[in-house]
């Protein structure tokens, strides 16, 4: 397994970018209008978060990188 892949929803991305990137120490590996992608090392996770339109936020997927 090379890294477990999280991606959640979530309602505003900006502050949530703001968030996860002082959580994790990094900024996104990439940073588009309605997605950010964060590949950590450290913990092996690709973490991924999304602004989703019908206003479903938390948990999107999980999965393993291979």
Do not use: C
């Not at 450290?42 to 938390?58: C, E, P, Q, Y």
Request: glycine residues 4%.
């Amino acid at each position: 397994m090379k890294r477990l892949h999280v991606h959640v929803s979530v309602d505003e991305l900006s502050p949530s970018i703001a968030f996860y990137s002082a959580l994790f120490g990094a900024d996104p590996v990439v940073s588009k209008p309605d997605y950010a992608k964060w590949l950590l090392d450290d913990l092996r996770v690709n973490f991924a978060i999304s602004r989703k339109d019908d206003n479903a936020t938390g948990l999107n997927h999980l999965g393993v990188q291979v």
